[in-house]
Structure formats: C-alpha cells, structure tokens
C-alpha cells in the first residue's frame, strides 16, 4: 500500500491522502488550509501523477477536510464521491458558502485566483456525490474494473463523534486495510455522542493528531467547564452585560446552543433572543431534522424551539442597544475580520460589564488568538481593521473540544495494533510526542510522518 500526503503544509493544514491499494487509487479528504489563501490553500493534487482515480472520501463537512472538493473532482474527473449520510446534508450547503467567501476574498485580499471553483461548479458535480450509511461496507473501485470474480476494495464509515456526519473509514482490499480516522472525539459531547470505533481491525492506522501537544488536563471534565460557561454567562448577564460568543458554523455553535437550552430547560436562563449567524443557523436546522439519525443525547431536543433564534443582520451589530444584557452565538471561532463577530467584538471592548467566551481554539496570528493573550486596560493591535484597543470587557477561554486528547488516541493506536501508523493533522511538536510516546509504548509499530508531497510505502 502507498500512501501519499498531499497537505501543502507539515502543520495540520489541509487533509488530503492519496491511497494506492491493489490497483486502486482513493483520495481521502480533500480540504483546504485554513491559514492560508489562494492557490497555496490547496493540497497538492498537482504532485499526484495522472489524473486517473476510483474515488474521493470526505470524512467530514470542515473546510480543512472538504474546501477543496470541486478542485479534486475537476483534477480526477472519473472519480466516484462517498460521504455519510449525515455528511451529504451539509456538503453542498459549506461548498457554495465558501464560494461566497471566496468571492468577497478576491477583492478584500486581492487573489485573482478566487473563487477557486463557482456556484455552478458546485450544483454541477452535486449529483455524483454518494452517501453511505454508518457501518455499511460498499465497493469503491471504478466501475471499469470490475470483472465478475474479481472483488473490489470496500469501504465503511464509522462514526467519529466529532461533528455531525463526522466519520473514519474503514479500507479494505483483499490483502490489505487501512483506517483512518478523521477528526475524532472518543467523548460524548453536549449534543453528539463519542465515537463508535470499537471494532476497528486494521494494519494501517492514518492519525489525526491535534492535541498532541497538550496534555490531558487530569481535572478536567466536561460537565464541569459546562457548568463554568453557565455560571459565567448568568453573572454577566445579571450586571445586564452582553455576551459573544464566538464558534464555529458546524458543530461547535450547535453544542453551545444545546447548552443554552438546557439552561433554559432547567430555568436558569430566562428566554430571550439569541442572536446567530445565518450559516450557524443553516446547520442548526440541519441538526434538528436529523437529529432521529444522529448517535447523539438528547434526540427530541429541537434548538430551534427550545431556543429563540434570531440571525443577526451585519448592520444590526453595528447599531443594536447592548446594555440590557444580550446573548450573540457568531460564526468566527477567531474573529476573522470583516464578520459581525469581529465588529462586535470592538464594540464590546469599551464595558467592563460585558463579555467575550471563547469554546475553541483561536489561532495566536488572529485576532481571536490576540484577544485571548491580551490583558484588561493594556491596548494590544487587534485586527487591521480596528488596529490597537484596549479592552475592558472580560475574556474567558472554555475547553469544549471535539477533539480526542493525545491519551485516547494513544490507547486507540493499542487497541488497533497496527503495523504502521501515519501521523497526520497535527503541528510538528503534536506529532513529534506521537511518535515518541508510540515508539516507547508498542515499540513493533512503525511510524510515519510523511512530509508535504512524500509517498511512503507500508
Ligand atoms: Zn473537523
Ligand atoms: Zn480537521
């Protein structure tokens, strides 16, 4: 088996692994890097030689794992394109905003290049996309090579616990398997319930390695920074502060809503509106209708009515009375700017009554990332837009993560027993513990950590 790893970059980048099994070629994820721009966003097709290949797998709806899927498919045009079930409800809906994205880039960044793919592209290509089903091994190979008697590879989907529709798969050929995981969170979270990888049986094991760097904090648990996020929000709330909090489109607004909801169940919060993105919104529709076919707590809870829902207008950010003590859930995990996340985020800045809660990691060159280091009554440059402030509302940093931390991943690799292991998905320090912590653990199994464009064979 050859395996290729197509990320432009040695951080966790864009995913993309070009697979050669028996005769068969597969692409694994096509994403784009999400700190960078252009052309340079993309994994790099341009070193796959020929353009010939059975299939494409999304393992998941984020833009580092699926932003560059209509690049792929014009690149190996015969290609069948497999996703969950879950996946399939959301893909169409992420592609033609990233158009959109795209398209305002072009100016605010000046890339001709952009859009790297249009609308039309989009609707174009959405008929050959294909779902699967959690735990259901369907064939792969090109339609062209399959001669009676001749079985093709399989491949499964299993859930990944990390977002809606989130999956690893499972390879097969004849001879040979291959896992790969995806983003993975082995933990049940407010809404979506842990991994389902138990039966996993394979030679080898493609890791994500996310929080490689970090260690498990050992009293940390879930329900308590829950409760920490509640008390937080209710005490800024009583001094009539407004709170943003800035998240992720998919899965993380959702599983703070589902938060607020409770609260709202239990009578801890009063009801009243809270303001989200018209993306966030999207996805949070998507998970109320197919929340009957997610593996996930709470089934019968419907955020849209549990939870009064408004989408907050660009200009209304800008104009909106704060005081009496709002709840804004954005998209903009790291207050990129031109968002209404990020204009919000500077009209917060003045009150100390207000408060800005980050629930994800926030990149250090950011805004978000600045914010986070930045200390109340010291200015520090924010964005180019708002320049240098000084903040006087209160930051507080929560640990919802959807992904697994280094140890289960690490007692995964054991239980799997692979012959080799490629870590992928991670900054170089991540995956340096990985290979270290793998070697002194299960010294038999081989390691990897191909470099931008590397084959190795396994
Ligand atoms: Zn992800
Ligand atoms: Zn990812």
Known sequence: MKIQN?????????????????????????????????????????????????????????????????????????????????????????????????????????LPEYPLYTHDEVDEIAPRFQAFRYGREVEWAAHHKLRRGVASPTLEFLDAGHTLGSAGVMVRGRKETLFYTGDVSFADQTLLRGARFDDVDAEVLILETTRGNRAPQPRYSRAAETERLATALLRVLKRRGSVLIPTFALGRTQEVLAMLALLTREGRLRPQPIYIGGLGRVFTEIYDLQAHRTFRQHPSLQLREALQLEVLDPRQAQAMKLSPGRIFVLTAGMLTEHTAAHDLATRLFADERHAIFFVGYADPDTPGGRLKASRTGKPFFFSRAAGEVTRHCEVLDFDFTAHANRDELLDFVGAVNPRAVILGHGDPDARAWFAQAIRRRHPRIRVFQPTPGEVVEV
């Open 6 to 110: 197509l990320n432009p970059a040695p951080d966790i980048g864009a995913s993309a692994w070009l697979v050669e099994l028996e005769g068969h070629r597969l692409l694994l994820d096509a994403g784009t890097h999400p700190k960078r721009d252009g052309n340079a966003s993309l994994p790099l097709y341009g070193a796959v030689p020929g353009t010939e290949l059975d299939a494409i797998v999304i393992s998941h709806c984020h833009h580092d794992h699926v932003g560059s899927l209509p690049v792929a498919v014009r690149r190996f045009p015969q290609a069948h394109v497999l996703m969950s079930e879950l996946s399939y409800f959301l893909v169409e809906r992420v592609l033609h905003n990233s158009v959109n994205v795209m398209v305002r880039q072009r100016e605010e960044l000046d």
